[in-house]
């Protein structure tokens, strides 16, 4: 019987090499997603739109069975999430030992077309009720202490710059290799969610975690959290937000920094690995 640690390195190396053969599935020599769009009765391919939420749902329906083999083939039984804004995507169940769990999100995001070398970016699930008290059972699957590691199943992609996609343009079947793809060049990748977290929220109001953007250091999970370790992580995001302390003008502000934090606590701020959290500018967070 394998020790829970066992299992999640046991699992965590079986994703990672799982991840290695999407890119084929998905993906013509030439780099560009097989999807073109949609087809109805009359034979008609209606083109697909590059909006994030449209595809990533699509990218999601065209991976899942490709998930649901490997689920089985590695003695894993899959749920999926009973809602829409459950978390997480997907639940992977130890056949053998049902104590054992593991979170898998589907993350998906485009590179900055100024900036190639970043991307836009991860929305990595919410901070609120069901990450603060861990046996809430508050939009999520399974309580969030249930689940031994949460990973990040990862797509950075590029959208199609040439051209505009049409929403409104349709072909005939015979066209079909005239279509653009609306996204090509795909990177996919395995961190735990923590490993690449950042220290702002993800997306306007909402309760949501960021991630950090440098696309080199999200390959390498080499997250502001890297050094310190996943109790830090744990601890900050339960905390976002809630702790007052003196501000430089006389008046008082609450904690929405890491550097903050960690002074605050009296940690060690060398180890916040410097500048990962940045983004640019008038970029919003994917899923």
């Known amino acids: 019987m394998l020790s829970k640690e066992q299992a999640k390195q046991e699992f965590s190396k ?38 994030t939420k449209i595809v990533s749902k699509i990218l999601e329906i065209h991976l899942f069975p490709k998930i649901l083999t490997f689920a089985e083939q590695t003695g894993y039984k899959l749920v999926l999430a009973d809602q829409q804004n459950y978390y997480p995507d997907f639940t992977f169940i130890h056949a053998g030992d049902e104590s054992i769990k593991f979170a898998v999100d589907l993350k998906t995001t485009y590179r900055l077309p100024d900036a ?22 508050k939009n999520i699957q399974f309580p ?3 689940y031994l590691a949460h990973f990040c199943l990862g797509i950075i992609y590029s959208r199609y710059a040439e051209r505009q996609i049409d929403d409104t343009n349709f072909y005939k079947i015979h066209e079909l290799q005239s279509i653009a793809s609306v996204i090509q060049d795909f990177q996919f990748f395995v961190v735990e969610k923590w490993q690449i977290a950042s220290d702002k929220s993800g997306s306007g109001n909402t309760a949501n975690i960021g991630s950090i953007t440098k696309i080199s250091d999200i390959l390498l999970g080499n997250g502001m959290f890297n050094k310190l370790g996943e109790k830090w992580f744990d601890e900050y995001w339960m905390n976002y937000g809630k702790i ?3 501000a430089d ?39």
């Open 14 to 51: 079986n994703l990672s090499i799982f991840v290695e053969s999407l890119d084929s599935y998905i993906s013509s020599e030439d780099g560009q997603w097989t999807v073109k769009g949609f087809i109805d009765i009359y034979r008609n391919i209606f083109t697909i739109s590059s909006d």
């Open 116 to 137: 190639p070398e970043s991307c836009n970016g991860f929305t990595l699930g919410s901070h609120g009720e069901y990450f603060v008290n861990r046996t809430s059972t």
């Open 144 to 146: 969030y202490n249930q």
């Open 244 to 246: 007052t302390i003196p």
């Open 249 to 287: 003008n006389g008046r008082t502000k609450k904690i929405t920094s890491l550097v903050e934090f960690v002074k605050y606590k009296g940690g060690n701020p060398d180890l916040i690995v410097p500048k990962a959290g940045k983004k640019s500018k008038n970029h919003k967070h994917q899923s």
